[in-house]
């Protein structure tokens, strides 16, 4: 079996890590990463189907380097991203209720019109803008819309995004600089988020309280409640901004493709997961093995902690005709950036109305979308994201 | 254009196995023809078997779930039955081939400290999942397992096992299920799981119990509308006026797709709802996972990638 001297946590390596993961599809279908003692698969067809199989790569281990068998997760483990059947089985089944496509349709409206009304604020009426597309616009919708449809209160959201950044920080080594630097003010964020957590501090209407509803009717335990309105904070927050920075980036960097989503608006669902694809919010999880289990000719020992890269699968070359174009004319189906399986994104329609609201109302007014600087990498051992995308909009 | 992520799930699987597991019972094995992993499942799910009538029949999975690449159902005889229990029993053979929709559940176990599970005759199939998930959780329970008569009643020595979490009362011996004494000591913390004929539902509902403990399982009588069909039908997209026929080897995304609309998917087997497309007109023959009943039968969204038609048209807005 292939080896790689690669630490997938380097800060170079999260900077840039598209060689890394070419490295990784090159080395073989299992490669091993002796430094962190663990197992990396990088190419789409074994990045599927070891995601799909559940029974055999485990996720109650934890889905970071930490072995929740061996060592102490930092926060009561997640019901959802670190969980397995059957204990996984109602708190999923609670949430891609309540997040499904078909309860999303009441939000539609009110979200449009929330997106025509931050666009028209950001424009303010002048023939061209120049904006950090971070704050403005990734950040700013998700932040606009999310918390009012979990019922959050209205202080305190400004612990949201910090919490979530750590979160996904955490599932990295702990010992490293962005762990050890989150660890600083977590227990103020986190205390925030677990006061948010609880009924009392929910809204009578939104998805916290839909998530005590269900527990109400018995579909969960009241135990349960919080820790699931927890997920949503954790995992709806960041990862939502970062897609809509991916979808802004591709759109402004790519020659041409927002004048051909200009003429194609329909085409506005499939930008989002082509970026998706392109970029992929989410890099890596880790699932741990229960047996020995096979992948190509290779065997991954029992117990291993195995680094699964959705990014790498999501621009393989064996799977994708020019993988590294962000092309609107392909068809992104399949792509693996939510996940696959009974642990995919469970707030993925979540995510898709927000681009989708916010593409929506950004192409009713601006012609023409330019990069004006170098955009700035956001560092994080799990995201992909932006701390900065300087960007001239053109009515 | 882009390499497909995966071949289309043809919902058609293979009988791998029949077994007669009581007098009148058959339990069945199915398989992906090519070996495929399955769409996942939960406990107290079923399948809808397509039958060559046209008729879809539900059937409970009572198998193993960390078995990715098989369904097992358990079907009855029923002699008043519309004929779907006697054809599988009659005419279906290993190697046959049987059309597959789902799996769905409209019975789904929820977290508490205990269970009592109560099966009449093949209602037994549903909680066998249900009770291995509970014992895999370490809850407390208790299976109360009736029939008419010890050997009309499957699985016993599967459920032997459990030792004396398992009480089997067939009806030549003991009589009906004592329920009233079965529900003596249950309370607000217990959820009982009940599945099994009609009488027995009545009766259970009958009972004077705490709220929300009680979950039972009636099949919906069938549906209405025109049976299944393994013949071609015409899709329409509305917004282009462009028409394609699907034929029974491809799924109404592939057919789609061929007339260069691409709809966003995802898993391709119903589960994820990343394909939901509105449906303006025709009849939906909704093979998926994510719909419930009331939705189902509203008719007005396909998941084009498991999902059919019943009528020759069905009119999409693509
Ligand atoms: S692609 Fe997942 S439901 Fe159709």
């Known amino acids: 079996m292939p080896a790689l001297d690669l630490d997938p946590f380097d800060p170079e390596v999260l900077r840039d890590p598209l060689p890394a993961h070419a490295a990784l599809r090159d080395a073989g279908p299992l490669v091993r990463l002796p430094r962190y003692d663990t197992y990396a698969i990088a190419r789409y067809a074994d990045v599927r189907a070891a995601l799909s199989d559940w029974q ?35 708190p999923r089944t609670v949430l891609a209720r309540i997040l499904g496509p078909r309860a999303l349709r009441r939000l539609r ?17 002048r023939s061209e803008v120049e904006v950090d597309a971070v704050p403005t616009l990734a950040a700013a919708f998700p932040l606009r819309v999310f918390p009012d449809a979990v019922g959050l209160r209205a202080d305190g959201r400004e612990h949201l995004l910090p919490y979530g950044d750590h979160a996904f920080n955490a599932f990295g080594p702990t010992d490293n600089p962005l762990v050890l630097a989150g660890n600083e003010h977590m227990a103020e964020h986190a205390g925030w988020v677990g006061q948010q957590c609880l009924r009392e501090n929910l809204a009578p209407a939104g998805f916290g309280a839909d998530i005590w509803a269900a527990a109400d009717r018995g579909d969960l335990t ?16 960041d990862t939502t901004v970062h897609g809509i920075g991916a979808v802004l980036h591709a759109l402004a960097a790519t020659p041409g493709a927002w004048d051909l989503l200009r ?44 680094l699964v890269f959705f990014a790498a699968a999501n621009r393989d070359p064996r799977h994708w005709a020019d993988p590294d174009a962000f092309d609107l004319t392909r068809d992104p189906s399949g792509h693996v950036g939510f996940g696959m399986g009974i642990h995919q994104c469970v707030g993925q329609h979540v995510a898709r109305l927000e681009a989708e609201s916010l593409l929506t109302a950004l192409l009713a007014r601006v012609t023409r979308l330019e990069l004006t600087g170098e955009p700035v990498r956001h560092l994080n051992n799990t995201l992909r994201a932006w701390d900065s995308l300087p960007l001239r909009l053109t009515v | 254009m882009t390499p497909t992520a995966a071949a289309p799930r043809q919902a058609t699987l293979r009988v791998t196995a029949r077994e007669t597991v009581a007098d009148g019972v058959v339990a069945l094995t199915l398989a992906d023809p090519a070996g495929a992993r399955l769409p996942d499942w939960t406990p107290g799910s079923h399948v809808d078997l397509v039958l060559p009538t046209g008729l879809t029949r539900q059937y409970s999975l009572c198998g193993d779930r960390w078995d990715a690449s098989t369904y097992r159902v358990a079907v009855l005889r029923e002699p008043i039955g519309r004929g779907g229990s006697a054809w599988v029993h ?78 089997v009362l067939p009806q030549d011996e003991h009589g009906h299920l004592p329920l009233a004494e079965l529900f003596a000591g249950v309370d607000a913390d217990t959820r009982v799981y009940c599945c099994g004929p009609a009488p027995l539902l009545d009766a259970v509902a009958g009972l004077d119990l705490p709220p929300r403990v009680l979950r039972t399982e009636r099949f919906a009588a069938q549906e209405q509308g025109a049976p299944a069909r393994d013949t071609p039908f015409t899709v329409v997209l509305d917004r282009t006026g ?40 025709g009849e939906p023959d909704h093979r998926d996972s994510v719909l419930d009943e009331a939705e189902r039968a509203a008719g007005d969204c396909l998941f084009v990638c498991v999902s059919r038609s019943r009528g020759d048209r069905l009119v999409l807005d693509l």
Not at chain 1, 109 to 125: I, K, P
Not at chain 1, 222 to 229: E, R, S, T
């Open chain 1, 263 to 306: 003429a194609r608006p329909e085409l506005v669902r499939v930008a989002f997961d082509e970026a998706v694809r392109w970029e992929s919010p989410v890099q890596a999880f880790f699932r741990t093995t229960v047996r020995d289990v096979p992948v190509a000719d290779a065997v991954v020992p029992a117990g291993a902690k195995v």
């Open chain 2, 242 to 281: 462009v028409e394609v026929v699907v034929t029974p080897d491809v799924s109404v995304l592939e057919a789609v797709r061929s007339v260069g609309v691409d709809v966003l998917s995802s898993c391709r087997e119903g589960t994820c709802g990343t394909c939901e497309t509105t449906v303006l007109a």
């Open chain 2, 90 to 167: 009659d005419e279906l053979a290993v190697g046959d081939l049987v059309g597959v929709g789902g799996p769905r559940n409209q019975f789904r176990l929820v977290p508490a400290p205990r269970y009592l599970f109560i099966a009449g005759g093949i209602g037994i199939t549903p909680l066998l999942p249900m009770i291995d998930a509970v014992r895999r959780l370490g809850a407390d329970w208790r299976l109360v397992y009736g029939g008419r008569t010890r050997d009309s009643m499957a699985f016993l020595d599967e459920l032997a096992v459990h030792g004396d979490r398992v009480t």
């Open chain 1, 109 to 125: 409206e009110d979200w449009a019109a929330d997106a025509v009304a931050l666009v028209d604020d950001l424009l303010g009426g």
């Open chain 1, 222 to 237: 009241h135990a349960q409640a919080p820790l699931v309105v927890r997920s949503l904070l954790t995992a709806g927050v």
């Open chain 1, 56 to 90: 055999s790569f485990e996720s109650s281990a934890g889905v970071g380097l930490t072995n929740f068998r061996t060592e102490t997760p930092w926060r009561p483990p997640s019901l959802l991203l670190e969980a397995d059947p059957p204990a996984h089985d109602a």
